[in-house]
């Protein structure tokens, strides 16, 4: 893994941590020295160190000869979510769209070609999947990550779909053609319906997120089990919802990356 990095800034070490807590995963949940080694391409007296400063950092505890993330792991993911306002601004609305719906919903972004929950709100049914957040899924198989996907430039979709999925879910390869033609589809109408391709029984629909500048930042949805809801009982009574939640979420996105900015001292100041 070494010289991974083109800048001269580039801190390897630090790399090779970030690898550490990756090669953590639902599969594997708990991994042994030579486990996590395996994972990262490690020599295994540096994942050994690697694994004890996360350790003493409070991101990884270890249990006999085993090691495992800790619920600290969660502060990296939050703190991303928190700083663009995300959760704020879509909390309300996907909770008044599963009222409204008895489904769930979640909200994800774009991470290489995979999606990444960020928000959900969800209800009690059985589902194929797991999905929490920080939950990965290949996009171009996902309501979400079509629409996503339907947000990029021609170049930088090109860049998008050949980088290797990082989620556990394996697809079959896609023709490229036929994707274009459905993100087109997407295009033109506004929103995106995965019908049975992530895994059997899940359908979904979902529609963009923009901030103040109408730029696609993510994207929300309504997923349903495919025994239960017909694509024609999604579109006609859940789309309207779902449209109307995502344009709720934009404007609330907007007012809040207008407000005027507050550092940590401000508020402090403020409240003393």
Do not use: C
């Not at 540096?46 to 990884?60: D, I, K, M, S, W």
């Not at 929300?220 to 006609?236: G, I, K, P, Q």
């Not at 709720?248 to 900015?261: F, K, T, V």
Request: no cysteine; aromatic share 4%.
């Amino acid at each position: 893994m070494a010289g991974r990095g083109e800048s001269s800034d580039f801190v390897e070490a630090l790399a090779r941590g970030l690898d550490v807590l990756a090669a953590f995963s639902e599969r594997q949940p708990r991994m042994s020295l030579a486990d996590v080694a395996g994972a990262t391409g490690l020599a295994r007296p540096t994942a050994r160190r690697l694994l004890l400063t996360l350790t003493e950092l409070g991101f990884v505890r270890q249990r006999g000869s085993e090691f495992e993330l800790t619920p600290r792991v969660l502060d990296l993911g939050y703190a991303y979510v928190s700083s663009l306002g995300l959760w704020d601004a879509a909390r309300p609305h996907l909770e008044e769209l599963v009222r409204h719906t008895n489904e769930s919903s979640s909200m994800a972004q774009l991470s290489g070609s995979d999606i990444v929950y960020t928000a959900r709100v969800a209800v009690p049914k059985i589902i194929a999947l797991r999905v929490e957040i920080g939950t990965r899924f290949p996009a171009v198989v996902t309501s979400q990550g079509k629409v996503l996907l339907a947000a990029l430039d021609q170049a930088a979709l090109t860049e998008t779909l050949a980088t290797p999925s990082h989620s556990n879910v394996v697809i079959a390869t896609r023709d490229r053609a036929e994707v274009e033609r459905e993100l087109s589809r997407v295009r033109a109408q506004g929103w995106a319906l995965a019908d049975e391709e992530l895994a059997p029984g899940v359908r979904s629909i979902a529609a963009p997120v923009r901030d103040g500048h109408g730029v696609v930042k993510a994207a929300v949805n309504v997923t349903v089990h495919a025994a239960e809801t017909s694509v024609e009982e999604l579109t006609s009574r859940h789309l309207p919802a779902l449209l109307k939640a995502a344009s709720a979420i934009s404007g609330d996105w907007a007012r809040l990356e207008a407000r005027p900015y507050e550092s940590a001292s401000d508020m402090t100041q403020r409240v003393l």
